[in-house]
């Protein structure tokens, strides 16, 4: 009994030690990642960094210039027309979707999705997505609600951003070891708010729906896998503080976050950001199965209140707010996308192993106990 029982101290020492060392070598090894976090978002600062909010505002300004851009007018063809050209100056390879809307009882509407893409021949692919179309009516105004809204934050901003973002990235694209697309999407805000719809009968985001139903004709599934869907919305406005969108990718949030964090913006970034649940064009994206994060802000009770209003116009919104989402996303891009980085976003020792980790030592210590507690006092109920 003496011997059995000093073998099983030692089972129970050397199981001790193991456990130990795991949870050391992984509690030591999460410490060191989120270090590395810090110190290689620090690796781009913001002297390093290329995105020009000028830049970025010059081409809000610009479709505004056109006018309402609602699909099956003249300012939606224009702009359409210009963000191709845009596009094609800085891109690889540019290619159109078309589709038609068409609701039961009303006419039929010509949209158009734009892709612009750096590095085609890279199998991994990161896309940055906004949408282009502007809401035909203003149902949150207290006067004159059939009127169109400007569009310039909602729609506007996240086009002046990625227009911007591919000037930034093509210029290091040599150094990026995954293709970046640039995705306009149309027809994303003529849903049902408030008792009005933009266009009669439609849905919101009927672009991006579409758009995933043919993404196979834009890529090839036997050799290109996606990394990630970022989608850019109302980005550009006064105060801008981004929510945690509720279906976004935990750890693609966590590690965007971090880097805008890393850059200083820490309003716009907060640690504990507010949780909602917003119906936007990542949705399509994450039902095919791939990581996303919806960067948007609280437009129901936030301080920026001019969400489908006639308000949303050029006064009221901000170079640093377009400054702060710009250079964010291109050091999110050159510290994880960069030939030769180590740097992963994803948590590579997920939250679920370490419950499970302590779950399974705990109960293997119980286990441990009954044989030890049999082998001393044989009969002995393990109750008493």
């Known amino acids: 009994m003496g011997k059995d029982f000093a073998n099983l101290k030692m089972f129970v020492l050397i199981f001790i030690l193991i456990i130990l060392g795991n949870l050391n070598y992984h509690i030591i090894g999460a410490s060191s990642f989120e270090k590395n976090d810090i110190s290689h978002l620090l690796s781009f600062n913001s002297f390093d960094l290329e995105f020009n909010e000028t830049n970025a505002y010059d081409h809000i300004s610009t479709q505004l210039g056109f006018g309402f851009r609602v699909p099956g007018n003249s300012a939606h063809t224009n702009c359409s027309n210009w963000i191709i050209s845009q596009i094609q100056s800085t891109t690889s390879l540019v290619s159109t979707h078309e589709f038609t809307i068409q609701k039961e009882g009303e006419p039929s509407y010509n949209c158009q999705n734009i892709l612009g893409k750096i590095n085609p021949d890279r199998e991994n692919i990161v896309i940055f997505g906004a949408h282009w179309d502007s809401r035909n009516v203003s149902e949150k105004a207290l006067t004159n609600r059939e009127k169109p809204i400007p569009g310039a ?14 000037r930034v990235l093509s210029l290091y694209q040599s150094n990026l070891d995954s293709q970046i697309w640039f995705l306009f999407i149309d027809a994303e805000d003529q849903g049902y708010t408030q008792g009005m719809y933009g266009i009669q009968g439609w849905d919101y985001c009927e672009g991006s729906r579409v758009f995933v139903e043919d993404i196979d004709d834009f890529y090839d599934s036997s050799s290109e896998s996606f990394e990630c869907f970022i989608l850019l919305d109302m980005v550009g406005g006064t105060n801008l503080e981004f929510i945690k969108e509720s279906r976004s990718d935990d750890d693609l949030h966590e590690s965007i976050f971090n880097e805008g964090r890393a850059l200083g ?37 936030g301080e920026w209140t001019y969400h489908h209003t006639i308000s949303d116009d050029l006064s009221n919104i901000d170079s640093e707010s377009l400054k702060i989402t710009g250079r964010t996303l291109e050091s999110f891009i050159k510290n994880y996308y960069s030939i030769g980085t ?3 976003w994803r948590d590579e020792f997920p939250k679920w192993l370490y419950i499970s980790l302590f779950v399974g030592s705990g109960l293997l210590l119980v286990i441990v106990g009954i044989v030890l507690k049999k082998r001393i006092w044989p009969g002995n ?3 008493k």
Do not use: R
């Open 342 to 344: 180590e740097q992963n």
């Open 381 to 383: 109920s393990i109750l």
């Open 265 to 301: 913006y820490n309003q716009s970034f907060p640690g504990e950001a507010k949780t909602m649940a917003i119906k936007d064009d990542h949705l399509a994206f994450m039902n095919i199965g791939m990581p996303v994060i919806d960067l948007i802000i609280d437009f129901i009770y």
């Open 153 to 166: 934050n909602d729609g506007g901003s996240g086009v002046g951003v990625l227009i911007e973002l591919a």
